[in-house]
Structures are given as structure tokens and as C-alpha cells.
């Protein structure tokens, strides 16, 4: 049906940055919100920042001003720009989006299958 697949994680020093991606792919309509998700060792998944079809976002405190979340909608894309990365920031990041999609007509929330960010010297 919809797959959302993301990219971009990695290992980075202190300080570093990466860019994430997450393509969505499948019998999608049009998209609405999509966000950005994180999961460290044994704490709770927790949003990281989101946005809207029309590009309104919100970030959560602890990522304002280091983190950029954007998208391309002729894409089906979000990206999340992380800068100024700290050890604390090291997690699984998971994408997520608001789909609406057809064959079978639907509408519903997905999620891909996350993506490793490690921040250490």
C-alpha cells in the first residue's frame, strides 16, 4: 500500500551535522502532516518536529534552532537537517505521515522503519 523508507543516518563527531530523508512510495493520494520521530535506548519514541502540507512546522524544545524540517510534496519527501548534533541526539529517527491513498481508497498513518543516528567522538 505505502511504504516510507528513510535515509541518511549515520555516525557523526560532536558538533557534526547529517540530513535524513524519507521518501514515501505506493498508491498515495496526497499526504498531510509528516514528522519526524526518535527512539534512544530504553525511553520512549518521542516527536522531533513536524509539518504540514502547506509547510507549517513545530519542533520539539530540545532540537529548536539546531534542527531544520522541511519537505517537497511533488516528491513525497520530508528531510530533517540536524546541525550542532550532541551525544544526547543519538537514537533510532523514525519518519511518519498522514496518508491518503486509493486502491483501496483510505486514510491512515505510516511509519518507516527507522534509521540509526550516533553521535560520538
Known amino acids: 500500500q505505502v511504504q516510507l523508507v528513510e535515509s541518511g543516518g549515520g555516525l557523526v563527531q560532536p558538533g557534526g551535522s547529517l540530513r535524513l530523508s524519507c521518501a514515501a512510495s505506493?498508491?498515495?493520494?496526497?499526504?498531510?502532516?509528516m514528522g519526524w520521530y526518535r527512539q534512544a535506548p530504553g525511553k520512549q519514541r518521542e516527536l522531533v518536529a513536524g509539518?504540514?502540507?502547506?509547510?507549517?512546522?513545530n519542533y520539539a524544545d530540545f532540537v529548536k534552532g539546531r534542527h531544520t524540517i522541511s519537505r517537497d510534496n511533488a516528491k513525497n519527501t520530508v528531510y530533517l537537517q540536524m546541525n550542532s548534533l550532541k551525544p544526547e541526539d543519538t537514537a533510532v529517527y523514525y519518519c511518519?505521515?498522514?496518508?491518503?491513498?486509493?486502491?483501496?481508497w483510505g486514510r491512515g498513518t505510516y511509519w518507516g522503519q527507522g534509521t540509526q543516528v550516533t553521535v560520538s567522538s
Open positions: 509539518i504540514t502540507r502547506d509547510g507549517t512546522t
Open positions: 505506493g498508491r498515495i493520494l496526497s499526504i498531510n502532516a
Open positions: 511518519n505521515a498522514d496518508v491518503v491513498h486509493i486502491s483501496p
